[in-house]
């Protein structure tokens, strides 16, 4: 079977990754808007600094069927947050949330953004998260101390 790719998301990605929130919470229209607002910098999280990105799986028919989001940020002194993490229930359990948020934990690294945190939402996420490596960071949010020590780059 051919591979899954990620690769970085383009403003052609907007409606697919509008798709796979909205089937989770809340309507298309509503994403459409914010994930829109989000990657172009027009809305921003607390204490969000501008810089973002956003990845996304794509199934060898170019059918996005996972995205990733973050940004650089101030917010519980880290240095970065994991914004949103969608994969598409016909694909979960194949690896690929881990290899999306190793693709956006490689940007983070580049940034020199280190201490990165999330907020998990939902006791699978949660779980998934604590696989990938991240710690308690208060009653809600979770963190990686060093996002280095679970994603350590190539050399």
């Keep these: 079977m051919p591979a899954i790719i990620i690769r970085s998301a ?3 990605d907007i409606p697919a990754m509008v798709d ?3 089937r989770e919470w809340e309507t298309a229209a509503y994403w459409q808007t914010r994930i829109t607002a989000y990657l172009s910098g027009q809305l921003s999280p607390q204490q969000a600094l501008p810089a973002r990105a956003a990845f996304v799986a794509a199934a060898p028919d170019a059918r996005v069927v996972g995205f990733v989001a973050g940004h650089l940020t101030k917010r519980f002194a880290c240095d970065a947050e994991l914004e949103w993490l969608n994969v598409a229930e016909s694909h979960r359990g194949q690896g690929l ?3 999306l948020v190793a693709a956006m934990a490689t940007w983070f690294i580049a940034q020199n ?3 990165v945190c999330v907020d998990p939402g939902t006791a699978l996420a949660r779980r998934l998260y604590a ?3 991240t710690q308690p960071l208060n009653p809600h949010w979770l963190y990686w101390p060093d996002i280095r020590q679970s ?3 190539p050399k």
């Design 20 to 22: 796979l929130r909205a």
């Design 97 to 99: 949330a881990g290899r």
């Design 151 to 153: 994603f350590p780059t």
């Design 10 to 12: 383009t403003d052609c």
């Design 131 to 133: 696989r990938l490596g």
């Design 113 to 115: 953004a280190i201490r």
